[in-house]
């Protein structure tokens, strides 16, 4: 802990561990370029291979090509400034859309809507026409990029 650039509260580092445990896909305690590619790639981030290899540089301090969690805890409050601002945002929209792709078919039903979004008290017929409204090839289902723009304008 005395390796990160500010104080962290307990609740963050257990919350830090949690996600270096989800890059650390092997279990060995490290993290490589090879698992920072994937779990990056896998969070919805479009990293090219020379912004991994930058974020590595960045942070392995002892320079053995791999990332321990103490260098992973003094990454975490800087990491800004290696990602990008956009990769953060379409990180997360990335995030949202699986979270509203239920059955995981790449595309946002209308019953997955409806789910989603009752809960938030939008009622299903504003739904429907949200959906009907963002849906450009008309196929009843939001697709990736109907999903964003439904996102960015709703």
């Known amino acids: 802990m005395s390796a990160a650039a500010t104080p962290m509260s307990p609740e963050q580092i257990r919350a830090y561990r949690e996600h270096f445990e989800q890059f650390d896909l092997n279990g060995d305690g490290v993290i490589s370029t090879r698992e920072l590619s994937k779990v990056s790639q896998k969070l919805g981030y479009r990293l090219s291979n020379e912004q991994i290899t930058e974020i590595m540089k960045a942070n392995d301090l002892d320079c053995n090509g ?11 409050p800087a990491n800004t400034i290696t990602i990008p ?70």
């Open 66 to 76: 791999c990332l321990s969690f103490d260098e992973f805890l003094r990454a975490m």
């Open 85 to 154: 601002e956009d990769e953060h945002r379409a990180s997360q929209i990335q995030a949202i859309f699986k979270e509203f792709d239920k059955d995981d078919s790449g595309a946002v039903s209308m019953d997955e809507a409806k789910l989603m979004l009752e809960k938030i008290g939008i009622p299903a017929e504003e739904v429907e026409s949200l959906v009907h409204m963002y849906d450009s090839n008309k196929d009843g289902e939001l697709q990736y990029s109907e999903f964003v723009a439904f996102l960015l304008h709703s």
